[in-house]
């Protein structure tokens, strides 16, 4: 006997009409290591395969029910893992031919040789494990393909989900934002119409309390200008609301700088404020609304002026380093603390040495939109420095 292999604990059914070949077959088979069920006929052989399902059947094409070719025939119809070795006496080319085609694993002539039988037997049943084992691989691939197809489609649908999700999410943040900006816009308009009612209503108090003829046409110009200048904001919210506005005008942030100090040249005179404007060099002009500029000089010289002291110093000074215009407002009034320095540009934040209301955010917020920024330069106990920082180049136009 050959050495014990899965094969050898294979089940083998011989159907042949002579009792002498089953004997013979049964004993080189046994010895072998297989299983053996022996049947005399065609229909006792296939109530042995679908009792049993013998891995092989090795079976004579000629017998006394039937031919072996329909046995065959049915066999691989409804066993089909039952593999089949046809023995005949009747050897052509045509015959075998037809029943390899029906789905026999090999084809043998009669008289055979018994001791090459049994590695017939072997090398089919070796055969029979490698094609199942494909089978079961291939029918594992099939069902791994449609799990894949199966994800696939939900993941296409949770996708699909999530993307109308996030559309409708984007939807309710747009029109949110649109609300927060109209919101944002309306109180920073607000704040700076504040600005001029308050000069206008500085300079009528000084009317009121009689003032030499010279001043009176001087400070009813300043009103007049203040006037102007609310008319100005208001028609740039107009202009804001209706479309969106060319940038053409070059504007020198020298010129703001000093129309925007003359504002309030009232306070600055009345609390005998030390005033000091710098220019390190001739400015370049950049293209810019004249009036976005203007709210940022007067909200930080504001919000420096309210803090200063009774004969405070004041300086401004503006450099111009490579692609950018550098203006730095500095004061000698309270400091601002580390852990406020990025709240004090929310809106209406505010501490106890130093308030904001909208005007700081409404600047940087200004100075974003011509790509540029402002921020806390340094800050201590004896004063805070702005910085506003703007590129000389600006795209000609924004929305």
Not at 16 to 27: R, V
Not at 241 to 254: E, F, H, M, P, T
Request: proline letters at 5%; hydrophobic letters at 40%.
């Amino acid at each position: 006997m050959h050495p014990a292999d899965p094969a050898a604990l294979a089940t083998v059914l011989i159907v042949d009409d002579d009792p002498a070949i089953q004997g013979l077959l049964a004993a080189m088979l046994l010895r072998r290591g297989y299983q053996v069920l022996t049947a005399g006929s065609a229909g006792e052989g296939l109530a042995l395969v679908a009792a049993h399902k013998p891995e092989l059947v090795l079976m004579d094409y000629q017998l006394p029910d039937r031919d072996g070719l329909s046995m065959l025939q049915e066999i691989k119809t409804h066993h089909p893992s039952s593999y089949v070795i046809m023995a005949t006496g009747r050897g052509n080319e045509e015959l075998a031919v037809e029943l390899m085609k029906a789905g026999a694993s090999e084809y043998l002539l009669k008289p055979f040789d018994a001791r090459l039988l049994p590695d017939r037997v072997d090398a089919v049943l070796k055969l029979r494990e490698i094609e199942l084992a494909n089978q079961a691989l291939q029918a594992e691939r099939e069902h791994l393909l449609l799990e894949i197809e199966t994800w696939n489609r939900e993941l296409q649908t949770r996708v699909q989900e999530r993307t109308e999700a996030l559309h409708r999410a984007q939807t309710e943040i747009a029109q949110t934002e649109k609300l927060a900006a109209l919101g944002y816009l309306a109180a920073g308009m607000a704040h700076e119409i504040r600005n001029p009612l308050n000069s206008i209503s500085l300079f009528t108090q000084l009317l009121g309390q009689g003032v030499e003829e010279i001043e009176i046409g001087d400070y009813l110009g300043k009103i007049l200008k203040e006037v102007d200048r609310i008319d100005g904001i208001i028609r740039k919210l107009v202009d804001a609301a209706n479309r969106s506005r060319v940038v053409v005008d070059d504007i020198r942030l020298d010129q703001v700088v000093t129309d925007a100090l003359d504002i309030f040249s009232p306070q600055i005179d009345a609390r005998q404020l030390q005033v000091s404007f710098t220019c390190a060099e001739p400015v370049p002009p950049i293209k810019a609304d004249r009036t976005e500029l203007e709210q940022i000089f007067t909200n930080l010289l504001m919000n420096a002026v309210e803090e200063l002291p009774q004969g405070g110093e004041l300086s401004i000074r503006i450099d111009s380093p490579e692609g950018l215009i550098a203006v730095r407002v500095a004061d000698n009034g309270g400091g601002i603390a580390s852990d406020h320095l990025e709240s004090i540009f929310k809106p209406f934040f505010s501490t106890k040495s130093r308030g904001t209301g909208i005007g700081l955010p409404v600047a940087r917020r200004i100075a974003r939109l011509y790509h540029g920024d402002v921020t806390v330069d340094q800050t201590s106990e004896t004063g805070t420095t702005f910085l506003v920082t703007i590129p000389r180049e600006q795209k000609s136009s924004r929305s």
